[in-house]
């Protein structure tokens, strides 16, 4: 029997395509813009390492030596001028318990606090497990980064970190930009 080669070109393709891992697979990027009238913004990359994700945080306009609450939110949904439509802290495990980074149950984006120079700064990195860029467990893709008001004092429901002051939509990150 003979097989048509334009099909078996096209299945070899399809194979590859399909077989082949995408730039999600390593890293994921967010460009933070401020929200409720901040001039917060940045950006914070994601880096998969394992089971754990390297996230570093290089973001400006923060208040100045300040403390500010710092989450993966839900929904990659920064529409509302005060960044609601980001919906809540990212759950994926269904804890409902908030918490902080290291803490063995808590909310899948629990990330902590960022903590601003005396310009407003911050360069912020920490390794956090149990997430992947877009695979099976805790998958961050397509979600919000949101920076809050306040510290995060990691009381119950969310930590009491106030208002949000920056929203960022967690997307596929160029490969190079990686390292």
């Known amino acids: 029997m003979k097989i048509p080669t334009l099909s078996v070109v096209s299945l070899c393709l399809g194979v590859m395509l399909f077989a082949a891992p995408g730039p999600a697979d390593n890293g994921a990027i967010a460009v933070v813009n401020p929200a409720s009238g901040s001039n917060v ?9 394992g089971d754990s994700i390297r996230i570093v945080a290089d973001l400006e306009g923060l208040t100045a030596g300040a403390q500010h609450g710092f989450h993966i ?3 990659g949904d920064c529409s509302a001028a005060d960044a609601t439509s980001a919906g809540s802290h990212y759950d994926a495990a269904g804890t409902m318990h908030h918490g902080r980074p290291e803490d063995a149950v808590k909310h899948s ?12 700064k911050t360069h912020h990195e920490i390794t956090v497990s149990g997430l992947s860029i877009s695979g099976g467990k805790a998958p ?23 208002g949000r002051i920056g929203c960022g939509v967690i997307g596929v990150m160029k490969p190079a930009a990686a390292k």
């Open 140 to 162: 961050i893709l397509g979600r919000g980064v949101i920076v809050h008001a306040k510290p995060d004092d990691f009381g119950q429901p969310v930590g009491n970190a106030g």
């Open 109 to 120: 984006g629990d990330l902590g606090n960022l903590t601003a120079d005396a310009s407003g």
């Open 41 to 49: 913004h940045g950006i914070v990359r994601f880096i998969q390492t």
């Open 73 to 75: 939110h839900e929904f």
